[in-house]
Structure formats: C-alpha cells, structure tokens
C-alpha cells in the first residue's frame, strides 16, 4: 500500500512541474547567405566573390584596461510578451557586445534572462532562460567562442522596475549582458 502511494505522489510532483511554454528553438536566420544547421557556426561568405564584397579588416585590440568593462554601449536586449525572439533593433547591440568579447579572449560573459511577474515561477525561470539563450546563440553565430558564454534565468526574481503596468512589464523582459 506504501508503495502505490509512494508511487501516486511522484507522478501527481512529476505533472505539476510540467510547463505549458513550448520550448522548441526558433530558427535561426543567417543573414549572408550561407546555410546555418543546428549546432553550426556560419562561415563568413566566399570573399573573392567581387570587390563589393571585400570588407576592410578590423582592429580589434583593446584599448581599455584588461579589467575595466567593455564601453559596447547599452547591455539590455528588450523581449515582446511571452517571447524570445530577439527584435531587430536590438541586433546591433548585440553585434557591438560581440566584437568587445571577441577582442579579449580571457574576457568572461553572463548573458541573464528576466520576465516580468505575469506567470508562473516555473514558467518564468523557463522563458527567462530561452531569453538568456537566445543571445548567447547570436553572439555565437557572431564569432564570440562558447567558453566565454554563460546563459542564466532569474525569471521574475530580479526586476528591473516595479510595477504592474506596461511599462514596468515592459523593462523587466530583458536579457543582461554582464561582464566578469
């Protein structure tokens, strides 16, 4: 008899854990032309294609102190209501945050996603997760090495505004960008 409710206790704990976020990826869309799999890192395209493609190289040695914090502008990537995809806007802050990281090797990064207080935890810390996720992907497909990146959720645990209004709704679904 112990057993069978032993038995019903876990799989009543296992069906209230379940989430109804569908976690599937979004599919990634690889501006240049090139074929992205999943797991893949785009190649650059064929620069030998003709001279409008040539692009002048970069420097990108630092000019900062080793450990003062990258100056690549503002490090929030703001999120639409129950979503991950990253906004079009937000590509060139991310495409800035990559560059400074690619510069210093050693240079570690915690990319922390965020929701608002709509929802559950569970479901929050989910969400804030796929957020975090999903620039550390972009970063990733921008040359930023793996080893450097680090995605966490904090789901609604960290707002960044108090409030239950839109617009405190609105700066609380956000994913950090923070330097170690």
């Known amino acids: 008899m112990n057993r069978i409710i032993l038995c019903c206790a876990v799989a009543a704990l296992v069906a209230a854990c379940s989430t109804p976020v569908k976690l599937d990826p979004t599919p990634v869309e690889d501006k240049s032309g090139v074929a992205v799999t999943q797991g893949a890192r785009a190649q650059p395209p064929d620069s030998t294609v003709g001279a409008a493609n040539r692009v002048t190289p970069v420097n990108l040695s630092p000019v900062r102190p080793p450990d003062a914090a990258p100056q690549a502008g503002p490090n929030i990537v703001y999120f639409d209501f129950d979503s991950f995809e990253i906004k079009p806007e937000f590509e060139r802050v991310i495409a800035s945050h990559a560059r400074s990281i690619k510069a210093e090797k050693a240079r570690k990064v915690v990319v922390e996603g965020h929701t608002d207080e709509r929802g559950g935890r569970e ?12 620039v550390r992907r972009a970063l990733g497909l921008l040359g ?36 170690r």
């Open 123 to 134: 479901y929050n810390l989910a969400l804030g997760q796929k957020r975090s996720e999903a």
């Open 144 to 179: 930023v090495s793996e080893s450097q990146l680090e995605a966490v959720s904090f789901g609604k645990e960290k707002p960044a505004a108090q409030g239950s209004d839109e617009q405190a709704w609105a700066k609380n679904r956000r994913a950090e960008i923070s330097y």
